[in-house]
Nanobody, 120 residues
């Protein structure tokens, strides 16, 4: 069973920055074939896509975070990162790391979630 362990959340003021990290703990783990993503869920709202990155590095962002957030991955460390800049109060949510592989028959893994709060 793959575990995705997230870190880096916390409280930050509007306009500030945070970097989230997510590491896959299973070894071996064919990290390259997984589409890695970050999702978020605010209280009373549905979970929404924030950003994804393919094994070859192609990225996709929600319109609400374009130009402010950057997703990246490290194949050696089996990790994915979300650099968040110019944070707004509406970015407050629980953030979840996801690993999905169509190649491996739709395997889908989620992290436990980490809280990001943007407040003065």
């Amino acid at each position: 069973q793959v575990q995705l362990v997230e870190s880096g959340g916390g409280l930050v003021q509007p306009g500030g920055s945070l970097t989230l990290s997510c590491t896959a703990t299973r070894n071996p783990f064919n990290f390259y074939v997984f589409l890695m993503g970050w999702y978020r869920q605010a209280p009373g709202k549905q979970r929404e896509l924030v950003a994804t990155i393919t094994g070859s590095g192609t990225t996709h962002y929600a319109d609400s975070v374009k130009g402010r957030f950057t997703i990246s991955r490290d194949h050696v460390k089996k990790s994915v990162y979300l650099q968040m800049n110019s944070l707004k109060s509406e970015d407050t949510a629980a953030y979840y790391c996801n690993a999905y592989s169509q190649t491996l028959g739709g395997r889908d893994y989620w992290g436990q979630g980490i809280q990001v709060t943007v407040s003065s």
